[in-house]
Each structure stands twice: as structure tokens, then as C-alpha cells.
């Protein structure tokens, strides 16, 4: 059964062989010292509408990602060093559709059906932090822009470091301790 650990006191009094933590950028909430910042990124979806032509294979301009979903399309995403900001702004949307606009021109006729900004964590080297900070803890977050694309290594990963206790190569540039103390920015 899971329990809902809210801060680095809670985690250390959790009855457990073994903890994972991977918490995004508030991961630094339950273990200090670990230096993840949220960096902000929004998003559009567009749907098909009788006058637009939406593509149906992905795209990537130098300021924009078209991928193609039924019968929508999201847009994305900016990346901004915004800190623990989730508004959607103007300025953003103004730019994901100008720029998909330049590679899909009949996008424009497409109806937006949302607007969304989320929190994607990172580090100092915008890589992920990876690997067992004592012997029973595993962190695993950090990831930036490349969350779902590594999740599939990354779970394959934590779960060898669970199961044997030895990190997986792949993992060794990942290590915890490859950064000194950082500042870290509050969830709350």
C-alpha cells in the first residue's frame, strides 16, 4: 500500500526495504540538497476542423513540435526558467502557433482546444539524476525535456538497482552525487 510522503521527515520514518523517489522537480521536497528546478513548458492542442489540414506525421520546426494525435494536433512546447509558474501566458501561445503555423499553414483554421503549462524537472546539467543515495533510497528524477522518452531505462534501471543493489551502467553519468549542494525551490 502507498502512503503519501510529503517531506524528508516522512520519508525517513516510512517503514520500507526500499523507496523510489520520483517526484519531479519536487523531489528536492523529500530529499535536500538534491538540486532539481522546475523549468516551465507550455503546450496547445488543436483539433481538425472542415477547413484545417492538420499533418499526420510529427513534425519539428526550430521553435516547435507538431504530433499528430486522431484527429488533433499538440504544439509544443516552450521552455522556460520560470520557476514554479503554471500560467498560461499570450505571448507563448502567440509563438507555439506562429511557429506551427510557418510549417503547417492550414493549422490556422484549426480550433484550440486547450492551453497548458506544466513543470518539467531539471537539473544543473539538464540531465537526470539516477541511482541509490543510501541503502534503501533510489532517486530517479530530473529528466527535463526526455521524461518519456526515458522512462522505459530509467524504470529498468531503478528496478535493478532495487532488486541486486548494483546501479546498471547505463545509469553511472546519472549518479546523485555528481553535484555539490544546490539551491533548491520550495513545492509549496
Given at each position: 500500500m502507498a502512503e503519501a510522503i510529503t517531506d524528508a521527515a516522512a520519508l525517513a520514518g516510512l517503514a520500507a526495504d526500499a523507496v523510489v523517489v520520483a517526484a519531479g522537480w519536487?523531489?528536492?521536497q523529500l530529499v535536500p540538497g538534491l538540486p532539481v528546478r522546475p523549468v516551465k513548458g507550455q503546450v496547445l492542442r488543436l483539433r481538425s476542423t472542415s477547413r484545417s489540414v492538420?499533418?499526420?506525421?510529427?513534425?519539428?520546426g526550430r521553435?516547435?513540435?507538431?504530433?499528430?494525435?486522431?484527429?488533433?494536433?499538440?504544439?509544443?512546447?516552450?521552455?522556460?526558467?520560470a520557476g514554479p509558474d503554471t500560467t498560461v501566458t499570450a505571448g507563448a501561445v502567440h509563438e507555439l502557433l506562429r511557429a506551427a503555423w510557418e510549417l503547417v499553414p492550414g493549422i490556422a483554421e484549426a480550433e484550440l482546444v486547450e492551453c497548458a503549462a506544466g513543470l518539467r524537472p531539471a537539473t544543473p546539467d539538464n540531465a537526470p539524476i539516477i541511482g541509490a543515495i543510501d541503502d534503501r533510497t533510489v532517486v530517479a528524477t530530473g529528466h527535463y525535456?526526455?521524461?518519456?522518452?526515458?522512462?522505459?531505462?530509467?524504470?529498468?534501471?531503478?528496478a535493478e538497482l532495487v532488486d541486486t543493489g548494483c546501479s546498471?551502467?547505463?545509469?553511472?553519468?546519472?549518479?546523485?552525487?555528481?553535484?555539490?549542494?544546490?539551491?533548491v525551490i520550495s513545492c509549496s
Open positions: 519536487c523531489s528536492s492538420l499533418p499526420t506525421h510529427v513534425l519539428r521553435d516547435v513540435y507538431v504530433v499528430p494525435r486522431h484527429d488533433e494536433v499538440v504544439l509544443g512546447a516552450t521552455v522556460e526558467e525535456r526526455n521524461g518519456v522518452l526515458l522512462a522505459p531505462v530509467t524504470a529498468d534501471a531503478v546498471p551502467d547505463v545509469v553511472g553519468p546519472f549518479t546523485p552525487d555528481r553535484f555539490a549542494t544546490e539551491e
